[in-house]
């Protein structure tokens, strides 16, 4: 427990001095009880409800703090964005809400559905690139040509500034009940070291404890090299935390000030957690928010708090996930919270 | 469009009789807007989420209204339900809220994790009966034998008073926008008797469609008849819905004069729509509620309200429920609302 880091404080000023422009397109989602995860004597769980966040999932949070964060010139020439997913509809969500012009671009045989969502917005989707980090590439090399402003989906101080408004709902939303620790799926890691600049500012002692797929944990593999590294990706359900880390991303150095503990979680734990989530708390959630969901046991007598950061998922990819385990295959016989 | 009877009045009345004491354990559920269904040209499509509702279905209403209208004497007495399901969860949610003493019956084979559910409240479950008919008989001679109150599901007008809230709070959430229709999902039919007998006491003109599967659509059937029939029911994913009308159900001749339309639902559309909440609303809701979202187009012009009833569904059922439909089944291509 030591004082933060100039960056991390840079974040969380940045966080508090986001406007109530920005803050009513948000909403405040709950924080709830997790009672079956709780009544195991262990530790007690809070869930952090952003599967119920507009749109579906925090993304918009980033977004608006980084459309707000445009010079007036910027925003009337534009912002463009690269995502298929919750993303790209944060930042549709965000132009609608505080005006500006702008792009997603998604690669081709993105989801119809998804497609649908962000063109919901009146925002323009462009289909370009054969696979994700294909369209990302494109879409830099648009901006540049076209003078329009790129958002990252997590390698922004604005963006991350944004993500951290989750952090300071646990801390209101808590009052006095004392919180041990936050967990936090983990892709790129603008929620995670937003939201633990947050809370670690009112809260020195808190541990923060970052969850990925160990199918695909970039972010982890590259705190523990002290460097961006790439890993051999497997596919996961967790697709909202899929994908590598940027060279030179700022969450890089902040992840590695501000996670005090990594967990890998298998596909199986992931797939349990979703089962569990609809069949005891009747709630959807994404694959990323199920992996956030699978923390052990805890302590008694601790209080920790789980972000549940997502429901966008598709309905075939459920119903793959949550059929009944087959009986030749290992499957975790926990669920989330240690169960 | 004439004057309610006077048994609707009185279901009216009793529902505006309910006082804060009751009304503070229910959670006023949103009224939402189902934007991709309702950018199709037609009917605007709003929907009442009674499946985020406490305890995940609107039957907590309905518990509380009965047990607040009990005398002391019969609430020390105690009182019983059988319900493998949504009512149980009730009856035990109301109990923690009011006090009193109770007992939830279910069936042997009932699920593990709805009887952990409601012994959650520190509520008594005894298992008893093979199947859910025999359950209910063996729970009302225990009712008779120890003197306890039998709550019933929906054969019962302070429980009808009390899913009449549902249909308050549309009147209220829907403020000047007019409602043409209000569509709500039928099993035993005491949602539909309660919210009709409250929105057409304020809107005189409204029409209320009655939604139930058409494997099994037992108060259809008796409204058609006259009287309460057996029907031959098959196998439903809205198992909420699922059941016969009892002899002498008072919410068949409120059915009879409450309800303008009456839709039979066919399973692949229940599953299409099931599919459709999760993939564009990001949204997790029961077989009964995904029964009711299967509306048609309705009219140009014209706004709908959807009773989204419940949450309370099992993983396994869901999964087999939402995966991409076999080629060779003929599926309906449209989904709620008529998409």
Redesign the interface.
Known sequence: MSELSVLAQQVAEATRALPAAVRRHVAVTPLTSL??AS?SGDAKFLLKCE?QQKT?SFKVRGALAKLWSLTDDERRRGVIAASTGNHGLGVAHALAALGGTGLVCVPAGASP?KV??IR?YGVEVRVTGAEPAETERLARRLAAAEQLTYISPYNDLSVIAGQGTVGEEIVQQAGDRPVDAVVVAVGGGGLISGAAAAVKSAWPGVRVIGASPVNDAAMAASVRAGRVVEVAAKPTISDATAGGVEEGAITLPLCAELVDEWLLIEEAEIHSA??LM???E???VEGSAATGLKTGRGQPGQTIVIVSCG??????A???A???PREDVADSTGGYAGQ
């Not at 429901?311 to 075939?316: E, P, R, V, Y």
């Open positions: 009672r079956a009544e599967h579906g559905v649908a969502a919901r979703l089962r609809i069949d005891t009747h709630q959807l429901a966008n998922i598709a309905s075939d459920l119903a793959e949550i059929a009944p």
